[in-house]
């Protein structure tokens, strides 16, 4: 077994959770960290041999940091439930554990949309995702794109886990407006001021770098609504912001 703990945060992902738990089946440790799905996730994760634990949700950082300290293992890797590791990410990662200079791993992630692929040669983000656990803590305080802050040494590959979770236009769109009020509601919090400026020009300046520079074109027809829904969510998180300082008592 693959010595490293994989933690899931999960609710209500039936449709997703074996595949996920497919690719982590090799782990020493795999815990499915569930907040009180209504479907069947908690038994199909059992029967695939997960730990499940029940936790009331915490927020997306919460939950996550809360499952990092269910890990037992030195290394973690996080996972959503819709998202699915390749052979190559299982052979990095064995190649990455053993190495003592290193602490912490960013992948390519793949985002299937329209049942498809993207473009080889289209630019993607890399996530943080493989850490040593001593190392590794979650901010509580963010509410919406949370990701691990790890003390050491990170280093990159242009190998890319696959993701599912935006294959739907209709799924998609219900995620941004959940996390653009999210994102509103942090910044409001930190006293962040709306901009006119930003709000004018945010939208426009997005489509431009999602459909040119990082190469949406590049996957056709595909790649111009998905350019225009990323664009619209930059404009939401800004609208939502000014809302918000508008509406305050």
């Given at each position: 077994?693959?010595?490293?703990?994989?933690?899931?945060?999960?609710?209500?992902?039936?449709?997703?959770?074996?595949?996920?738990?497919?690719?982590?089946?090799?782990?020493?440790?795999?815990?499915?960290?569930?907040?009180?799905?209504?479907?069947?996730?908690?038994?199909?994760?059992?029967?695939?041999?997960?730990?499940?634990?029940?936790?009331?949700?915490?927020?997306?950082?919460?939950?996550?940091?809360?499952?990092?300290?269910?890990?037992?293992?030195?290394?973690?890797?996080?996972?959503?439930?819709?998202?699915?590791?390749?052979?190559?990410?299982?052979?990095?990662?064995?190649?990455?554990?053993?190495?003592?200079?290193?602490?912490?791993?960013?992948?390519?992630?793949?985002?299937?949309?329209?049942?498809?692929?993207?473009?080889?040669?289209?630019?993607?983000?890399?996530?943080?995702?493989?850490?040593?656990?001593?190392?590794?803590?979650?901010?509580?305080?963010?509410?919406?794109?949370?990701?691990?802050?790890?003390?050491?040494?990170?280093?990159?590959?242009?190998?890319?886990?696959?993701?599912y979770g935006y294959n739907r236009i209709?799924?998609?769109?219900?995620?941004?407006?959940?996390?653009?009020?999210?994102?509103?509601?942090?910044?409001?919090?930190?006293?962040?001021?709306?901009?006119?400026?930003?709000?004018?020009?945010?939208?426009?300046?997005?489509?431009?770098?999602?459909?040119?520079?990082?190469?949406?074109?590049?996957?056709?027809?595909?790649?111009?609504?998905?350019?225009?829904?990323?664009?619209?969510?930059?404009?939401?998180?800004?609208?939502?912001?000014?809302?918000?300082?508008?509406?305050?008592?």
């Open positions: 077994m693959i010595p490293v703990s994989v933690f899931i945060v999960a609710q209500d992902e039936a449709q997703n959770i074996e595949r996920v738990l497919r690719s982590v089946k090799d782990f020493a440790q795999v815990l499915v960290i569930d907040s009180g799905s209504t479907d069947n996730t908690v038994e199909l994760a059992k029967a695939a041999g997960a730990t499940v634990i029940h936790q009331p949700w915490l927020g997306y950082a919460g939950q996550k940091q809360f499952a990092l300290t269910q890990c037992t293992c030195d290394w973690v890797l996080n996972l959503d439930a819709d998202e699915e590791l390749t052979s190559e990410c299982i052979g990095i990662i064995k190649d990455t554990i053993v190495q003592e200079n290193v602490d912490a791993l960013r992948f390519i992630r793949n985002d299937i949309f329209m049942d498809q692929l993207p473009a080889k040669w289209m630019r993607k983000g890399n996530h943080l995702r493989l850490y040593r656990r001593q190392k590794a803590h979650f901010d509580v305080n963010q509410k919406v794109h949370e990701t691990a802050f790890v003390e050491g040494k990170e280093v990159r590959t242009d190998i890319a886990f696959t993701h209709d799924a998609l769109i219900t995620k941004n407006n959940l996390y653009s009020s999210l994102r509103a509601e942090e910044k409001f919090a930190s006293n962040k001021r709306p901009s006119l400026i930003k709000l004018t020009l945010v939208l426009p300046l997005t489509f431009f770098q999602k459909y040119i520079l990082q190469g949406r074109i590049l996957n056709g027809k595909r790649g111009f609504i998905l350019a225009t829904i990323d664009a619209f969510y930059a404009f939401m998180k800004e609208a939502k912001l000014w809302e918000k300082h508008l509406t305050k008592p």
